[in-house]
């Protein structure tokens, strides 16, 4: 007999509380790439209205010069630059660089993998994604 | 394919994309102001430069790979059995083809003077 | 004549004003019981005093039924590892005055089958770690003539020991995001066990590691949300361990 497992299910999964800010991280890498992808398969719908010509290129342009649409757009640049930089360092740790160096463990057991580079690290994805939002939005609302 | 090779290609287009895709967003703040390289004169004078109609071809194959496959490994880890496991693979596999071949054609037919 | 100090402790801690807590305790028995029921204990507690302590205290003098599974009482067996106010800890390594909270919520960890209130199954965790070949792998042996013990110098135990401090308590199981939807995934603590060979130099079995650990549910499941390493009370830091595990499969090590 299949025995119910007790897993912590999708709200554990989700629930980027509890933990440090490397949950947190987690959890914004697979928000924004998913988010990423959603926006990936909507824009190329929507520069696939070029081929119907410049009538249809204005009217699909005309979805995202909205305040709505500037926010979404905003969102966007937010997500891909935090996806993009987070993306880096995941990269590299995956790799087993930057994740500290093995040691003999005494108490308090601090984990090196949890270290400040890393720490700073995201504080820096998030802290420039800020930014080109910033910038973004200077850019839409500045026309 | 064994997990390794997939997961490296995962990495790779990444990788690529990164330059790319910076690319193409200072495309639309460096040539010229923001609005303006959205007019449709402009971005079929873009798709007709070859070099950068390449471009856009390499991101759009790059990162449909990497999208999907992101979206199968979500949800491989959401759920697990055999039959599930195959509809995730293949579907992915098939909603990445499809996405490809449908932004080929803008490419391909804007480039082309199709328009 | 009695030892006047021995005399001064034991009123002392008569005498102490110890405090209280609310112990709010999962009860659950998958035979006959259709769901979770929390019970809310009054205990009495010392500065030193940890949550097994309490719950101990409980099951000898107000429910003699609860179900709790232990053995060291020292962070040395990895048998009592439950849920502690949200979070995977050991009850006999956690003092309740570090929790600073008038409630304490003991659950059983997720992630595993429930056997009785806070004991769980953790079969599934030796099966996977069993699958990592935890043993050295090599031709010769310490007893074959002609070879001697194995030395090793202090830097190349370095490069393992950490790992080999595992005392299979499962907290990191419980705390990963990845586990919490994937009952297939290998998870942090087989996976770190598969590198402590990895990086053990006498051990010549690594290819053989490799080839288990890349599959869809293998290594590749671990983002490096550290969460494992967040709980782990031994130092283990499994997340490290992956990741330099992965750096074998992805050729930034050798
Ligand atoms: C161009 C820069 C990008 C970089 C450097 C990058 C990097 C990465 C990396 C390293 C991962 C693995 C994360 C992990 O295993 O924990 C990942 C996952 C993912 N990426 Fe990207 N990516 C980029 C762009 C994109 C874009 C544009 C999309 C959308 C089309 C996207 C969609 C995804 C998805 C859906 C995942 C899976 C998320 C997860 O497993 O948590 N990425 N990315
Ligand atoms: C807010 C920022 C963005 C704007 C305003 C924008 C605008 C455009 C425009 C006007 C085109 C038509 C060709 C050209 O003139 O360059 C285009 C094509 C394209 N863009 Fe973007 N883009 C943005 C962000 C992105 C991002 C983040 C990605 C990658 C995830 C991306 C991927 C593509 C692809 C693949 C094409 C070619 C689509 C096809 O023809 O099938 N774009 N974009
Ligand atoms: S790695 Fe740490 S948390 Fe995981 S089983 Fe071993 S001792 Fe417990
Ligand atoms: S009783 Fe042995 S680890 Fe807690």
């Given at each position: 007999m299949k025995r119910n497992e007790n897993k912590e299910g999708i709200k554990g999964m989700a629930n980027p509380?509890?933990?440090?800010?490397?949950?947190?991280?987690?959890?914004?890498?697979?928000?924004?790439?998913?988010?990423?992808?959603?926006?990936?398969?909507?824009?190329?719908?929507?520069?696939s209205s070029i081929l119907s010509g410049k009538a249809a290129w204005d009217s699909m342009l005309e979805?995202?010069?909205?305040?709505?649409g500037h926010v979404f757009l905003t969102l966007v640049i937010g997500m891909c630059v935090f996806h993009t930089a987070n993306g880096m360092r995941l990269m590299f740790a995956h790799g087993g660089i930057g994740v500290g160096k093995p040691t003999r463990p005494d108490y308090p057991y601090l984990p090196n993998s949890q270290n400040m580079k890393n720490k700073l690290c995201?504080?820096?994805?998030?802290?420039?994604?800020?930014?080109?939002?910033?910038?973004?939005?200077?850019?839409?609302?500045g026309e | 394919m064994r997990e390794s090779i997939i997961m490296k290609i995962h990495y790779g287009t990444a990788l690529g994309a990164v330059v790319l895709v910076a690319v193409h967003i200072l495309y639309r703040i460096t040539m010229m102001s923001f609005g303006d390289s959205l007019e449709y004169e402009n971005v079929v004078a873009n798709y007709k430069f070859v070099p950068y109609a390449i471009m856009l071809e390499l991101i759009l194959v790059l990162l449909s790979v990497h999208g999907f496959n992101g979206l199968r490994v979500i949800l491989l880890e959401l759920k697990q059995g055999k039959s599930y496991e195959k509809v995730v693979t293949y579907g992915c596999l098939a909603s990445m083809a499809i996405l490809i071949a449908y932004g080929s054609r803008t490419i391909l037919m804007t480039s082309m003077g199709m328009t | 004549m009695t030892d006047p100090q021995i005399v001064e402790e034991q009123s002392s801690a008569e005498s102490s004003s110890s405090k209280t807590v609310t112990l709010r305790m999962a009860k659950f028995n998958p035979e006959h019981d259709s769901g979770t029921q929390f019970v809310n204990f009054q205990v009495s507690y010392e500065r030193w005093t940890t949550v097994l302590d309490a719950i101990l205290d409980v099951k000898k003098h107000l429910?003699?039924?609860?179900?709790?599974?232990?053995?060291?009482?020292?962070?040395?067996?990895?048998?009592?590892?439950?849920?502690?106010?949200?979070?995977?800890?050991?009850?006999?390594?956690?003092?309740?005055?570090?929790l600073n909270s008038d409630v304490i919520t003991v659950e059983p960890m997720n992630n595993y089958p429930i056997v009785r209130d806070l004991v769980v199954d953790l079969e599934r965790?030796?099966?996977?770690?069993?699958?990592?070949?935890?043993?050295?792998?090599?031709?010769?042996?310490?007893?074959?003539?002609?070879?001697?013990?194995?030395?090793?110098?202090?830097?190349?135990?370095?490069?393992?020991?950490?790992?080999?401090?595992?005392?299979?308590?499962?907290?990191?199981?419980?705390?990963?995001?990845?586990?919490?939807t994937d009952s297939s995934f290998l998870g942090p603590q087989a996976l770190t066990q598969a590198y402590r060979y990895?990086?053990?130099?006498?051990?010549?079995?690594?290819?053989?590691?490799?080839?288990?650990?890349?599959?869809?549910?293998?290594i590749w499941r671990c983002h490096f949300a550290g969460s494992c390493s967040q709980v782990c009370p031994k130092g283990v830091d499994p997340a490290m361990g992956i990741q330099m595990l992965r750096g074998h499969l992805l050729g930034f090590k050798k």
């Amino acid at each position: 007999m299949k025995r119910n497992e007790n897993k912590e299910g999708i709200k554990g999964m989700a629930n980027p509380g509890r933990y440090g800010i490397e949950r947190v991280s987690y959890w914004l890498m697979r928000i924004t790439g998913l988010g990423l992808l959603a926006y990936f398969i909507g824009h190329i719908y929507e520069t696939s209205s070029i081929l119907s010509g410049k009538a249809a290129w204005d009217s699909m342009l005309e979805l995202t010069q909205t305040t709505q649409g500037h926010v979404f757009l905003t969102l966007v640049i937010g997500m891909c630059v935090f996806h993009t930089a987070n993306g880096m360092r995941l990269m590299f740790a995956h790799g087993g660089i930057g994740v500290g160096k093995p040691t003999r463990p005494d108490y308090p057991y601090l984990p090196n993998s949890q270290n400040m580079k890393n720490k700073l690290c995201i504080y820096a994805s998030i802290g420039i994604a800020a930014l080109a939002m910033m910038y973004g939005l200077s850019v839409l609302f500045g026309e | 394919m064994r997990e390794s090779i997939i997961m490296k290609i995962h990495y790779g287009t990444a990788l690529g994309a990164v330059v790319l895709v910076a690319v193409h967003i200072l495309y639309r703040i460096t040539m010229m102001s923001f609005g303006d390289s959205l007019e449709y004169e402009n971005v079929v004078a873009n798709y007709k430069f070859v070099p950068y109609a390449i471009m856009l071809e390499l991101i759009l194959v790059l990162l449909s790979v990497h999208g999907f496959n992101g979206l199968r490994v979500i949800l491989l880890e959401l759920k697990q059995g055999k039959s599930y496991e195959k509809v995730v693979t293949y579907g992915c596999l098939a909603s990445m083809a499809i996405l490809i071949a449908y932004g080929s054609r803008t490419i391909l037919m804007t480039s082309m003077g199709m328009t | 004549m009695t030892d006047p100090q021995i005399v001064e402790e034991q009123s002392s801690a008569e005498s102490s004003s110890s405090k209280t807590v609310t112990l709010r305790m999962a009860k659950f028995n998958p035979e006959h019981d259709s769901g979770t029921q929390f019970v809310n204990f009054q205990v009495s507690y010392e500065r030193w005093t940890t949550v097994l302590d309490a719950i101990l205290d409980v099951k000898k003098h107000l429910d003699h039924s609860v179900a709790v599974r232990y053995s060291c009482r020292q962070a040395s067996c990895g048998s009592c590892g439950m849920k502690i106010n949200g979070r995977p800890r050991l009850a006999c390594f956690t003092k309740i005055s570090e929790l600073n909270s008038d409630v304490i919520t003991v659950e059983p960890m997720n992630n595993y089958p429930i056997v009785r209130d806070l004991v769980v199954d953790l079969e599934r965790m030796f099966d996977t770690h069993k699958e990592m070949k935890p043993f050295i792998i090599r031709e010769d042996s310490e007893i074959t003539t002609n070879t001697k013990e194995f030395l090793q110098t202090p830097e190349q135990v370095e490069e393992y020991i950490q790992f080999a401090n595992c005392i299979k308590c499962g907290l990191c199981n419980s705390a990963c995001p990845t586990m919490a939807t994937d009952s297939s995934f290998l998870g942090p603590q087989a996976l770190t066990q598969a590198y402590r060979y990895v990086a053990d130099n006498r051990d010549k079995g690594k290819n053989e590691r490799l080839k288990i650990i890349d599959d869809s549910h293998g290594i590749w499941r671990c983002h490096f949300a550290g969460s494992c390493s967040q709980v782990c009370p031994k130092g283990v830091d499994p997340a490290m361990g992956i990741q330099m595990l992965r750096g074998h499969l992805l050729g930034f090590k050798k």
